[in-house]
């Protein structure tokens, strides 16, 4: 099956600082969303992000389809970006999402 | 944005119990997804449905896991005889994308259903 490989694996930053979070997947996808787990162990959906770049705010997020990775930026960090970040891909033709293991951020004040 | 809504948030069990966990796709969504979370690990694969049946299971969801959309709102997981094992957090998702499986679509978590077998 697909692999999907997150880095780092763990992160901590001052507040204010800006950080950059690696996906690399082995395969093809039609799917990649990244995702911040709070927490209450809920999972927020950040970005949709199959290729091309996106942004929503402090975050944004850059996928490059043919080198199979994507990257999430948060810049300005503030001690609620704290928590794990994952990343899960979807194959083409695949049935599910795949998750990474995650990057445990923390930020402190 | 629209939501998928799952109950209970939290349960206790004990050991050799049967579990429902249930969940109210977006009302529009075609595909539906169970996943798992054990304590301090990733999130797991369970199973996907589609058109009332099941499209891919992980070998996690052996026979003691089975899915159900009793109606045209919701979809349920069982478990039949729960084992400590089975403690994590359950994940309902659900998806549009009629033609998801060449073109992709965002995929919709639910906030989770904490199961805990004691």
């Known amino acids: 099956g697909i692999q999907v490989e997150q880095s780092p694996p763990d992160l901590i930053l001052q507040e204010g600082a800006n950080s950059t979070l690696r996906c690399n997947f082995s395969?093809?996808?039609?799917?990649l969303q990244w995702f911040h787990q709070n927490p209450w162990g809920q999972l927020i959906n950040l970005f949709y992000?199959?290729?091309g770049t996106k942004q929503n705010g402090r975050l944004s997020a850059t996928t490059v389809a043919t080198e199979r990775y994507s990257l999430l930026y948060i810049s300005s960090s503030q001690t609620t970006d704290s928590g794990v970040y994952f990343c899960?891909?979807?194959?083409?033709?695949?049935?599910?999402?795949?998750f990474g293991a995650g990057t445990i951020l923390r930020v402190k004040s | 944005e629209p939501e998928v809504t799952q109950t209970p948030s939290h349960q206790v069990t004990q050991m050799g119990q049967e579990v429902i966990l249930r969940c109210v796709p977006i009302?529009?969504?075609?595909?539906f997804y169970w996943y798992r979370q054990i304590l301090g690990q990733k999130v797991e694969f369970l199973v996907s449905?589609?058109?009332?049946?099941?499209?891919?299971k992980s070998e996690i969801f052996d026979d003691q896991f089975s899915v159900e959309r009793p109606d045209g709102s919701n979809f349920t997981l069982k478990i039949r005889s729960t084992k400590l094992e089975d403690s994590a957090m359950y994940f309902c998702?659900?998806?549009?994308?009629?033609?998801?499986?060449?073109?992709?679509?965002?995929?919709?978590f639910g906030e989770g259903s904490w199961l805990t077998v004691v």
């Open positions: 009302s529009n969504h075609l595909y």
């Open positions: 998702a659900s998806s549009d994308a009629l033609y998801r499986r060449s073109s992709g679509n965002t995929i919709y």
């Open positions: 992000i199959p290729s």
């Open positions: 899960a891909v979807e194959r083409v033709w695949g049935n599910k999402l795949v």
């Open positions: 449905f589609y058109n009332n049946e099941i499209s891919e």
């Open positions: 395969d093809s996808v039609n799917n």
